[in-house]
């Protein structure tokens, strides 16, 4: 799918998405996303690939009452995200994924001055995961305080598999300290070469931390 501007996705459910993935396998190319109630809400399908790339997400996202997200992924097998631009969504997360395996690669992901939404990136079952040279920003109206990246807050129901968050550029501007990485499942973050600014921790949960 490219080269689609989606907006003002909304339901009656308070669910609605730009791009309701109930099939099998997904690739977004080139594609907008604006004042949706969910960017990208995708099915569970265990073989299923999604792919997202060059595209941009911006002020979606709501929490009335359930919570809807830049992208939702439930449990595919893999999810891919590259050289896009997520900023301003509203009370849910940048990107959530349920996927065995998450990459996230080279993208903008940023609250900005008028976003407040909760972590940038969620990934509630764990899994293997790579984080690596995306730009990122959590601003001062965040409506969660707590981390930029959550793994595993959930229960970590998917396979263990490494987790790496390498490369990176993360700036916070909330008034308190905030983990830039919050692990909370038992395999071990790596963490390498990311630029911190603000008052962050760099990592909660368990690995390790390099220059």
Known sequence: MRNIIF????????????????GRNLTVENAQFFDNENGILAAGLADSTIIIRKSRFERNGKCDPV????IYINRVGRLRVENSTFREQHV???????????????NTIEDGAQGNASYLIDIPNGGQV???????HKGALATNPTAAISIGAKGA???PGSIRVVGNRFRSDLPAPTAFVRNSTASPAVLEK????????????PGTVAP
């Open 67 to 70: 919570c809807a997200h830049g």
């Open 194 to 205: 990311n630029q911190l600014a603000g008052k962050v921790n760099a990592l909660e949960g």
């Open 157 to 159: 129901t998917n396979s």
């Open 7 to 22: 907006s003002g996705a909304s339901v009656p459910d308070k669910n609605g998405a730009g791009i309701r993935a109930e």
């Open 130 to 136: 790579l984080i690596e040279n995306n730009r990122m």
């Open 92 to 106: 849910g997360h940048h990107i959530k994924s349920r996927a065995r395996v998450t990459e996230v690669v080279g």
